[in-house]
């Protein structure tokens, strides 16, 4: 995988076990970041977090009891994160090697592969370790700057997966409906403008969580805690809308419009494929590929809709049935918190499942992830051995 890869995979493990060295003592607090911040904002005793700043919201009733997460999940989430960071450096890196490699790889939807590729590589490098460690620390070490990426890289990456996924089933479509079958190899002029088209959108589409997103310093059981969070006051009339209607804002565009796009294109072009099954004999080989192709790409979209799922019905239901008012609020908040976990490790598997998909999908695809394996295992034996031979050669 090369050296800078490995730099990566080491630094972000360095940022997870130093998470879990932090994480000893606050196993025993009551909470993580995100939830100690929303049970009481102005409680009245000295157990409660107490928000720091000019702006502070009416009295909240106290809890019944805290909200908390078991330590068992604790270490399962990290388990799972490890396994998904591991996976999913290893399987996007040979997806981006293979792309890189092989001309004949080298069209206009296996670029758009490749971009949603490195898009998944970014979020796995950046978000993942900072994920783990917002769950087992309570602190922020990090500053403010890291603070307001992390959000930002998230959605950029969500949105250049979205984007990607919606110019793949077009490009499917009109693949299969046309007649021709030449076959551009490199990277044609409209892709290359659909690359820097789908990169600008989502970077600027996430602008606003890098706003939104801010260090706040709170009193808690005598600690001086930093967190990061979307802060519950906005300065703007626009991120005051920004933050009442952010949930339904990402299921609609992050989630169903991705969806409703293959949906329309996969159905034209099901009646496209049945409307030309009369077509000439020396067109069947090129259907068979476009057909290939269309069926790799609608289970990237599969996939997707899959792990995205469970994250956007979290948010949805604690939108609708949540009430600040309720006494009981912290034990459905602590179930909340749980399925925002598990809908966060199910999103971040969509980063790593892609190129299985592909490989489960796509013959071709298959065929090059099998032979760059390989080469990658001789390759970790060859060194395991020579490390076994130097070793036995001391006294």
Same mark, same amino acid.
């Given at each position: /995988?090369?050296?800078?890869? /490995?730099?990566?995979?080491?630094?972000?493990?360095?940022?997870?076990?130093?998470?879990?060295?932090?994480?000893?003592? $606050?196993?025993?607090?009551?909470?993580?970041?995100?939830?100690?911040?929303? =049970?009481?904002?102005?409680?009245?005793?000295?157990? *409660?977090?107490?928000?720091?700043?000019?702006?502070?919201?009416?009295?909240?009733?106290?809890?019944?009891?805290?909200?908390?997460?078991?330590?068992?999940?604790?270490?399962?989430?990290?388990?799972?994160?490890?396994?998904?960071?591991?996976?999913?450096?290893?399987?996007?890196?040979?997806?981006?090697?293979?792309?890189?490699?092989?001309?004949?790889?080298?069209?206009?939807?296996?670029?758009?592969?490749?971009?949603?590729?490195?898009?998944?590589?970014?979020?796995?490098?950046?978000?993942?370790?900072?994920?783990?460690?917002?769950?087992?620390?309570?602190?922020?070490?990090?500053?403010? /700057?890291?603070?307001?990426?992390?959000?930002?890289?998230? %959605?950029?990456?969500?949105?250049?997966?979205?984007?990607? &996924?919606?110019?793949?089933?077009?490009?499917?479509?009109?693949?299969?409906?046309?007649? *021709?079958?030449?076959?551009? &190899?490199?990277?044609?002029?409209?892709?290359?403008?659909?690359?820097?088209?789908?990169?600008?959108?989502?970077?600027?589409?996430?602008?606003?969580?890098?706003?939104?997103?801010?260090?706040?310093? /709170?009193?808690?059981?005598?600690?001086?805690?930093?967190?990061?969070?979307?802060?519950?006051?906005?300065? $703007?009339?626009?991120?005051?809308?920004?933050?009442?209607?952010?949930?339904?804002?990402?299921?609609?565009?992050?989630?169903?419009?991705?969806?409703?796009?293959?949906?329309?294109?996969?159905?034209?072009?099901?009646?496209?494929?049945?409307?030309?099954?009369?077509?000439?004999?020396?067109?069947?080989?090129?259907?068979?590929?476009?057909?290939?192709?269309?069926?790799?790409?609608?289970?990237?979209?599969?996939?997707?809709?899959?792990?995205?799922?469970?994250?956007?019905? $979290?948010?949805?239901?604690?939108?609708?049935?949540?009430?600040?008012?309720?006494?009981?609020?912290?034990?459905?908040?602590?179930?909340?918190?749980?399925?925002?976990?598990?809908?966060?490790?199910?999103?971040?598997?969509?980063?790593?499942?892609?190129?299985?998909?592909?490989?489960?999908?796509?013959?071709?695809?298959? %065929?090059?992830?099998?032979?760059?394996?390989?080469?990658?295992?001789? &390759?970790?034996?060859?060194? $395991?051995?020579?490390?076994?031979? =130097?070793?036995?050669?001391?006294?």
């Amino acid at each position: /995988m090369g050296k800078a890869t /490995m730099f990566l995979i080491l630094a972000s493990f360095k940022i997870i076990l130093l998470s879990r060295v932090r994480s000893e003592d $606050s196993f025993r607090a009551a909470s993580p970041p995100r939830n100690i911040t929303e =049970n009481q904002w102005n409680a009245p005793n000295s157990s *409660s977090p107490q928000l720091k700043g000019p702006n502070r919201s009416a009295p909240l009733p106290m809890c019944s009891g805290p909200t908390r997460i078991r330590d068992v999940f604790k270490y399962i989430n990290t388990f799972v994160s490890c396994f998904v960071f591991l996976i999913g450096i290893i399987g996007n890196v040979t997806l981006l090697r293979i792309i890189k490699a092989h001309k004949c790889m080298r069209n206009g939807p296996n670029i758009l592969i490749a971009s949603l590729a490195l898009g998944d590589l970014i979020h796995i490098v950046i978000d993942i370790p900072v994920n783990v460690y917002k769950l087992l620390a309570v602190d922020w070490p990090f500053g403010v /700057m890291v603070c307001k990426l992390v959000p930002f890289v998230q %959605k950029t990456t969500v949105g250049i997966t979205v984007l990607s &996924l919606c110019a793949l089933s077009i490009d499917r479509y009109r693949v299969v409906a046309s007649r *021709s079958l030449i076959k551009a &190899l490199g990277i044609p002029k409209w892709t290359a403008f659909k690359l820097v088209l789908i990169w600008a959108v989502s970077t600027l589409l996430a602008a606003p969580e890098a706003v939104a997103f801010d260090l706040i310093t /709170m009193d808690y059981k005598g600690e001086r805690l930093r967190i990061c969070l979307l802060h519950p006051v906005q300065s $703007s009339q626009f991120m005051k809308f920004y933050k009442a209607a952010k949930d339904w804002w990402l299921f609609g565009f992050y989630f169903l419009v991705p969806l409703a796009c293959t949906a329309v294109f996969y159905g034209r072009m099901c009646w496209e494929m049945l409307r030309g099954g009369g077509q000439r004999t020396e067109m069947n080989y090129h259907l068979k590929q476009r057909r290939e192709a269309a069926r790799a790409v609608f289970c990237l979209v599969l996939a997707f809709a899959v792990c995205w799922f469970p994250l956007h019905l $979290s948010r949805i239901l604690k939108l609708t049935i949540y009430d600040e008012k309720d006494p009981g609020r912290c034990d459905l908040l602590s179930t909340f918190l749980v399925l925002d976990y598990v809908g966060i490790n199910m999103a971040s598997l969509n980063s790593c499942i892609n190129p299985i998909a592909l490989y489960a999908a796509s013959k071709r695809f298959k %065929k090059h992830f099998q032979v760059n394996l390989m080469s990658l295992c001789c &390759l970790c034996s060859a060194r $395991s051995t020579d490390m076994s031979n =130097n070793f036995n050669t001391f006294p």
